[in-house]
Nanobody, 115 residues
Framework: QVQLVESGGGLVQPGGSLRLSCAASGTFFSLYVMGWYRQAPGKQRELVAA???????NYADSVKGRFTISRDNAKNTVYLQMNSMKPEDTAVYYC?????????WGQGTQVTVSS
């Protein structure tokens, strides 16, 4: 019922910025809570940021102050603006949502922070 497609990943230098986008298909996007997760090699997938239908946000301590999650309900899109990036931000980033108690995931987009 819900399909998610991430884009915007790539290679960036430490201190640089990237903006990830997640385009969602399906109905009633404005009602979904949306989240960005990431998974680095050898590590568990972790929640990076989340945003509710009402615009309330939550961030992992490791990214707070550097990353910003936002959504454009008219475009069925959620964004993750990543600033002041660090090598430890290197991971595959996934967009996720929960609808009707079911979790949905995008295919992931690779983010690499390296000089």
């Amino acid at each position: 019922q819900v399909q998610l497609v991430e884009s915007g990943g790539g290679l960036v230098q430490p201190g640089g910025s990237l903006r990830l986008s997640c385009a969602a298909s399906g109905t009633f996007f404005s009602l979904y809570v949306m989240g960005w997760y990431r998974q680095a090699p050898g590590k568990q997938r972790e929640l990076v940021a989340a945003i509710t239908s009402g615009g309330s946000t939550n961030y992992a301590d490791s990214v707070k102050g550097r990353f910003t999650i936002s959504r454009d309900n008219a475009k069925n899109t959620v964004y993750l603006q990543m600033n002041s990036m660090k090598p430890e931000d290197t991971a595959v980033y996934y967009c996720s949502t929960r609808k009707g108690g079911v979790d949905y995931w995008g295919q992931g987009t690779q983010v690499t922070v390296s000089s």
